[in-house]
């Protein structure tokens, strides 16, 4: 675990750098500097050449991390690995682009409500072939458990770019078409950095070499590949649903809000996201040597300290949600987008619970997986169609929260059955009661006036008694491993 703590300790100081410039950058940059509607074509931008990415992919960042210990031999340029995948990767994208084309005018006619995200739509082939292999350069970095620079390029070094050109902006210095394609250029420059420090981290020969692919391991990489990939794009029009069927409906404006107000949500889940990178390929390590007891005690511990930390973050954003809208510019344009932070970051609570059960599940019974997948697409699509239309960006904060409890209400009830395992522990139970308990003493706090000195009094209030309580409870041994270690650094510098 030594090397999962350490690198998800920096990888998630690294993330909480990028959220707070995100932040920024969505509660003050975005709202004070685009309208509602420019908000949601940039959005829509991204979330379309994310999902068709995804397709792109064709379930090749699974394959990479589930297969590379075959073929890992520095001596033998890991036996043609790369240029396998990135072949594969090129194949997918032209066949993506192909398809998109052909139905080009029947995916625009979607949108006539949305003109501006026609008029862009071309800008889509490029955004998706540099957000294809950004993914593919940092999962290849993933492979050698280094994850902490590719998030630095990701929520930082992107998150500066994004404010500077925003900056441009605002001053007149650039017009609106120019902004967005910064924000594809963006992308590209965060490929390239994200190549050169993979190509340090480990040697991507070209080289084809065919020598390992055996009939027998062609039809395994194939059918694993199958599989993982449909799943990843069952996930990727989970991630995607709500962005497209808002702008088809309901147009950008409402697209825009409810990004302005996911963004916040997803503050709660980026611990799971700096813990997943690096714990991904350890537990497919493990999975592949039948280590089910290193994988239990990973899962077990990832999943209590994940949810630890996030339900402290859910404790102090909910808690200050009134603040949040008061301090954004055009912040009552905003606030119906209230509902999207309680509801989303609470199915985010959930997903925390999980902890890695969808990793098991698609490393070790990845054909189960795919039905899970299947599953969550399909409840997921469906229940935003039926509460969008009647709720708005209400409804689809709705209907997340019913996907996730559903879903990974079956995964969990499946993997304690088939793999005798449950992430569920005393120290998931006492953070979940603690933080209720934080919630009933939240109502007593009285109200500061300026919503600045509200927000500051009420986070150091509660995220003291919290990490207080959490420490003094003991609810997890490497958290508290870390406060002890910051503690004991901290009056050592004060005795010097």
């Known amino acids: 675990m030594g090397i999962i703590i350490r690198q998800s300790f920096k990888a998630t100081i690294v993330n909480y750098i990028g959220m707070l410039l995100g932040a920024f950058n969505v509660v003050f940059l975005f709202p004070l500097v ?31 991390v589930k297969f590379f210990p075959y073929f890992k031999d520095a001596g033998k340029k890991h036996n043609g690995f790369f240029f396998l995948t990135i072949a594969q990767s090129l194949i997918g994208f032209f066949i993506t682009a192909l398809i998109v084309l052909i139905f080009r005018d029947e995916i625009v006619s979607k949108y006539s409500n949305s003109p501006l995200f026609i008029e862009y739509f071309n ?29 630095l390029i990701r929520e ?15 001053f007149d210095l650039i017009e609106f078409h120019l902004l967005v394609v910064l924000q594809i250029g963006i992308y590209l420059i965060a490929l390239v950095a994200n ?45 995607s649903v709500v962005s497209l069927v808002l702008g088809s409906q309901e147009g950008l404006s409402s697209n825009g809000i409810w990004r302005i107000t996911l963004f916040v949500a997803l503050f709660i889940d980026s611990p799971h996201r700096a813990i997943i990178s690096v714990t991904t390929p350890i537990l497919a390590e493990s999975l592949s040597n039948k280590d089910f007891v290193k994988v239990k005690d990973i899962a077990t511990r990832t999943s209590a300290i994940q949810f630890l930390i996030s339900s402290l973050i859910y404790l102090l954003v909910v808690s200050n949600i009134d ?20 509801l989303v970051g609470a199915a985010k609570l959930v997903e925390m619970i999980s902890g890695l059960n969808s990793s098991i599940l698609t490393f070790k019974y990845f054909r189960f997986g795919l039905f899970f997948s299947i599953v969550v697409a399909l409840v997921s699509v469906s ?23 559903v879903v990974h209400g079956i995964m969990h009830l499946f993997l304690a059955w088939r793999f005798k395992f449950t992430p569920l522990n005393k120290g998931i139970l006492h953070t979940l009661f603690l933080m209720l308990a934080l919630f009933g003493l939240n109502w007593f706090i009285p ?6 000195i509200d927000t500051a009094l009420r986070c150091l209030i509660l995220g003291m008694l919290y990490i207080s ?18 503690l004991e650094t901290v009056i050592s510098k004060f005795r010097k």
């Not at 209907?399 to 996730?404: M, N, R, S």
């Not at 109200?447 to 600045?452: F, L, N």
């Open 195 to 239: 190549f050169l420090y993979a190509r340090k981290r480990i040697e991507i020969s070209l080289k084809p070499d065919f020598r390992l692919i055996t009939k027998s391991f062609r039809r395994e990489i194939a059918l694993f590949t199958t599989y993982t990939g449909i799943s990843t794009w069952c996930g990727i029009i989970v991630a």
């Open 447 to 452: 109200q500061m006036g300026h919503p600045i």
């Open 469 to 486: 309580l959490v420490y003094r409870l003991k609810i997890s041994k490497e958290i508290n491993e870390q406060i002890s270690n910051l």
């Open 323 to 342: 603040n949040l809208f008061s301090v954004m510019p055009n912040g009552e344009e905003y606030r119906i987008g209230g509902s999207v932070i309680i």
């Open 34 to 64: 685009l309208t509602s509607t420019q908000i949601g074509l940039l959005g829509l931008l991204i979330d379309v050449a994310l999902l068709f990415s995804s397709f792109a992919q064709l379930g090749v960042s699974f394959t990479m």
């Open 156 to 170: 930082v070094m992107m998150r500066v770019l994004v404010i500077s050109s925003l900056i441009l902006f605002y």
């Open 123 to 151: 800008w889509i082939f490029p955004l998706t072939f540099f957000t294809l292999f950004l993914i593919y350069f940092e999962t290849v970095s993933s492979l050698t458990n280094r994850i902490v620079i590719p998030k």
């Open 383 to 405: 229940t935003n169609l039926y509460f969008i239309p009647r709720f708005s960006i209400t409804g689809a904060a709705i209907a997340t929260l019913l996907t996730t409890v």
